[in-house]
């Protein structure tokens, strides 16, 4: 393997979905004592995930770092991916595409929840007092690869060589190449509206069936699918982009809801999705998804490649 290869090697980005994840946002406290503490646990993050990973041989185990544009040039001294910008809120007619705070996303992902508790554990005592938990997401696979509303989410996901083109930087921004942008954003159901509606909405909300997850046909006018609106095109072909959305639910208090997370070798791309969604195309016809589902968070992220964390550690 050539050294060019070594240094772009990407994180977990294209680990197969899981049946649990954890999505944690962290605050970094902004003095010199705690940025310094901060790069060495970043810095030893592939030992950490080792350290879990050993545990266990029929279990899967990934866990990718993503750092926001507020927290990275203190961080590593270094200029920001091209792309990378806190994420803009999007203010519908109707509908708003929050933006909240978060400098790291640990994306964690496994066979088993266990392994999640442990390694978190292992890294907020790393931490120590240097961060603040913003928000801890604990998601679960409903069904076989269902959302809470009932639905197979993640069938267009991008697979085989089509996966890295759609989600790891190359040579358009070559100090990057091997990284992913990612953007988050929690989303609440209202589940009992959502279940008022007759199963032949919501198929058309979506843009598949329910029970088969079939697709069904494009509207090429008037109010699109949520399939459609989050199909993007130019000259140059359609832009996949790779979701691995988990439900998670608090019942005992009625929440809910999906985390949606999008990863892409372009951000452009997803900011494309959100405004088709929430302003609409034609506007101001939203995603109906919108009317049944509230964003509460909206983050976005760089996932570098696995050197320049290791480097962070000096
Ligand atoms: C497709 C659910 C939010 C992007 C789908 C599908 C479902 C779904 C059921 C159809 C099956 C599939 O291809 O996966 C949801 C839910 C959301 C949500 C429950 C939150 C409440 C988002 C957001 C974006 C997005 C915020 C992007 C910014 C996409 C894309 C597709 C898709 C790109 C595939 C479109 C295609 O067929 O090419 N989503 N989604 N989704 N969604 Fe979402």
């Given at each position: 393997m050539g050294r060019r290869a070594l240094e772009t090697e990407p994180q977990y980005i294209n680990s197969p979905m899981t049946s649990a994840a954890a999505f944690l946002i962290l605050a970094v406290k902004d003095d010199s004592h705690s940025?310094?503490?901060?790069?060495?646990?970043?810095?030893?993050?592939?030992?950490?995930?080792?350290?879990?990973?050993?545990?266990?041989?029929?279990?899967?185990?990934?866990?990718?770092?993503g750092i926001s544009s507020r927290i990275w040039s203190a961080l590593s001294g270094k200029p920001m991916p091209k792309e990378l910008a806190p994420f803009k809120e999007i203010k519908g007619a109707k509908h708003t595409a929050v933006s909240t705070e978060g400098d790291l996303l640990y994306h964690i992902r496994a066979g088993s929840a266990d392994l999640i508790i442990e390694f978190e554990k292992l890294l907020l005592e790393a931490f120590g007092d240097s961060v603040t938990a913003l928000d801890d997401v604990a998601g679960f696979r409903y069904f076989n690869g269902r959302d809470l509303l009932g639905f197979v989410d993640g069938t267009a996901n991008p697979v085989g060589l089509a996966l890295p083109e759609a989600t790891i930087v190359g040579d358009e921004d070559p100090d990057y190449a091997g990284g992913s942008y990612v953007v988050i954003q929690k989303y609440l159901h209202n589940m009992a509206a959502w279940r008022a509606q007759k199963v032949e909405t919501q198929e058309a909300i979506i843009g598949r069936t329910k029970f088969d997850n079939v697709e069904l046909p494009d509207a090429t006018e008037g109010q699109k699918s949520?399939?459609?609106?989050?199909?993007?095109?130019?000259?140059?072909?359609?832009?996949?982009?790779?979701?691995?959305?988990?439900?998670?639910?608090?019942?005992?208090?009625?929440?809910?809801?999906?985390?949606?997370?999008?990863?892409?070798?372009?951000?452009?791309?997803?900011?494309?999705?959100?405004?088709?969604?929430?302003?609409?195309?034609?506007?101001?016809?939203?995603?109906?998804?919108?009317?049944?589902?509230?964003?509460?968070?909206?983050?976005?992220?760089?996932?570098?490649?696995?050197?320049?964390?290791?480097?962070?550690?000096?």
């Open positions: 940025l310094a503490t901060v790069r060495s646990v970043i810095g030893s993050t592939d030992d950490l995930i080792k350290d879990v990973q050993v545990r266990t041989i029929e279990v899967q185990f990934t866990c990718n770092v949520h399939k459609t609106l989050c199909t993007i095109e130019d000259s140059q072909g359609e832009y996949d982009i790779l979701r691995d959305n988990m439900p998670f639910a608090v019942p005992g208090k009625g929440e809910y809801g999906t985390y949606f997370i999008g990863y892409c070798r372009y951000l452009w791309v997803i900011e494309k999705m959100l405004e088709r969604m929430f302003i609409g195309n034609p506007p101001p016809l939203h995603d109906r998804i919108l009317d049944f589902s509230t964003a509460v968070s909206g983050v976005t992220f760089f996932v570098p490649a696995r050197k320049f964390l290791s480097d962070l550690g000096g």
